[in-house]
């Protein structure tokens, strides 16, 4: 078997240059040959969108009476004529991108190779981004870079098979999501590139996605601010440490899920990212509207950071379902609370307000004697004694507080025959059929039926939260409150400490750096453990150790 070819660390970009991503053995004058062939109506295409104008021109004539009542033919009937429309209405889109366009020159070819070079290079990089091998592009965002005739190019790449189209798209909400067919996707390689058509595509977003950062960061409050410009100084310290170890686990040492079949290019993506350091130094990439903060190691795989300069981490464990027990609170202790948490869009709710609620004498009370009376002395007897909440959302804030929630629901499932392999893939389910589906029901949860069972009235609490129209509004308001506490967590660190920290969502990271020489395990988790007691909340820690 040939050994395979993959040295970045070789690459050394000169000025001017950037790294170009390709699929080795495609080549652009056959897309854009495919192209023109598509661009070009034939006569089957015309006959059809006549027919298929002059169907819809007696239709709209045709006063439509609907039945009383169906016979099940009749409702088979209907169900594959509508499938035969819609099935029609994507062929009539297709064809209408033709529609009035211009034969393509030698002028026009050479614009169209700089834009599939483009393309490609986009798909690659984008797909490569994380192990599933999608991305979404914003039709907009594409159209504003190389121009009307996105639309047609992104078809010619469907066509030929390059990549295909995944979930839909939802005007305003959602960009359609794409991605590469595996065969292609094997066969993506790096170069330095000095094409000057196509860098100026990469700087043209590159500049748009400035100016929003930019702009976003205007916007901050000042403890935001400050936190951003601290979190960018310890991200430009972060840094691949064992190469060549790396690179070995990467080829030979690393075990692939045959269901992810990008999941190498995607490891050897974040590798080469780490070595060539393209745009300088690392920073934030993205600060969602969940104030979730993005950068390289978030979308760096777990078995990779041993590698890197990180002296230890410690998460929150079961965090999501910990950081419910707040809701849970509210629910049973301040309705009126409640009422506004479900009725209010998630835009309009203040996080602190549901922060603090706990902080007062009676909720304060009822969370400290769940903690420690419950998980320290006789669970069941001290139960009795806390009023108004069922045993199950007790049982569930105590789980979730000494860290032993997914423990159980294992041992459940495995009793009822679901053979969840691990705690991940336990969770990967429980939060796809309980905590942030967005369907309401039961029905076909497995899973989901095992936690109803052990847990009604948190289940019933999590369905209150996800009201008609705003189904996600659970998972972003758990987000948003996670977001906050790590906000505080970090600004107690960079205001008391000297120390390069930085965050994964439920996870502080201390890296190996001179300023951390003398930073403890015990320090960090002391200030993590005082900013959720502050809120009535009681987390329990996983500590890894790197280097």
């Known amino acids: 078997m040939e050994k395979e070819t993959f040295n970045p660390e ?4 000169k000025r001017g240059e950037f790294l170009q991503y390709y699929i080795d053995g495609l080549d652009i004058n056959y ?7 598509y661009s070009v109506l034939t006569q089957d295409e015309r006959d059809f969108y006549e027919q298929y104008n002059s169907k819809r021109a007696e239709a709209n ?5 609907v039945p009383q009542s ?45 834009k599939f070079t ?10 490569t981004n994380n192990e599933n091998g999608q991305t979404n592009i914003n039709a907009e965002l594409l159209k504003n870079i190389i121009g009307d005739e996105y639309n047609l190019a992104l078809y010619t790449l469907n066509r030929i098979g390059l990549i295909y189209t ?17 065969d292609y996707a094997r066969s993506i390689k790096v170069k330095p590139s000095s094409h000057v058509q ?6 043209k977003v590159t500049n748009k996605i400035e100016a929003h950062k930019k702009a976003k960061f205007q916007r901050l409050a000042d403890r935001d601010k400050f936190i951003v410009e601290r979190y960018d100084n310890c991200l430009s310290k972060l840094k691949m440490t064992r190469i060549d170890e790396c690179k070995d686990f990467i080829l030979t040492g690393k075990i692939y899920e045959d269901n992810k079949p990008m999941q190498k290019e995607y490891y050897k993506n974040i590798f080469t990212k780490y070595i060539i350091q393209e745009n300088g130094t690392f920073k934030i990439s993205e600060i969602d509207n969940d104030n979730r903060i993005y950068h390289i190691l978030t979308n760096t795989p777990k078995d990779l950071k041993e590698y890197l300069n990180i002296k230890f981490s410690i998460d929150i464990k079961n965090s999501h379902p910990l950081l419910l027990n707040k809701l849970l609170l509210i629910y049973y202790i301040d309705n009126e609370l409640f009422n506004n948490i479900v009725n209010k869009e998630i835009k309009h709710i203040n996080i602190n307000t549901i922060l603090i609620s706990n902080s007062k004498p009676y909720t304060h009370y009822v969370s400290e004697n769940i903690h420690n009376d419950l998980i320290y002395n006789n669970i069941e007897e001290s139960l009795d004694d806390t009023k108004n909440i069922p045993l199950d959302v007790r049982k569930y804030i105590c789980k979730t507080s000494q860290g032993q929630m997914w423990e159980e629901l294992l041992d459940a499932c495995d009793a009822k025959g679901l053979k969840a392999d691990d705690r991940g893939e336990l969770k990967a389910q429980m939060f796809a059929e309980v905590f942030y589906s967005k369907t309401r029901t039961i029905t076909y949860k497995e899973y989901g039926s095992v936690f109803k069972s052990i847990y009604p009235n948190v289940y019933k609490v999590i369905n209150k939260l996800k009201p008609k ?32 920290a930085i965050n994964i969502h439920d996870a502080v990271l201390i890296l190996n750096t001179p300023s951390n020489e003398n930073c403890k395990i015990d320090g960090i988790e002391s200030i993590m453990r005082d900013v959720y007691n502050n809120y009535s909340l009681f987390p329990t820690f996983s500590i890894d150790r790197y280097n």
């Open 469 to 500: 129209g705003e189904e996600t509004k659970l998972s972003h308001l758990i987000m948003k409150i996670e977001s906050e506490l790590f906000h505080q967590i970090l600004e107690r660190i960079y205001k008391q400490t000297e120390y390069d």
């Open 31 to 37: 897309i854009i040959k495919k192209h023109k062939e």
């Open 166 to 182: 995944i979930g839909g798209y939802v005007i305003g909400k959602k960009s359609s999501a794409y991605r590469l067919q595996n």
């Open 118 to 127: 483009y393309l490609i290079h986009l798909f690659c990089s984008r797909c």
């Open 10 to 13: 070789k690459i050394k970009l």
């Open 61 to 65: 004539n045709v006063s439509h009476v």
């Open 70 to 114: 169906l016979t099940w033919k009749e409702i088979e009937e209907k169900m594959n004529l509508a499938a035969k429309n819609f099935s029609d209405d994507v062929k009539v889109i297709n064809i209408e991108r033709k529609l009035n366009r211009k034969p393509i020159g030698k002028q026009h070819e050479l614009k169209l190779h700089h």
């Open 198 to 203: 196509v860098k100026r595509y990469i700087d």
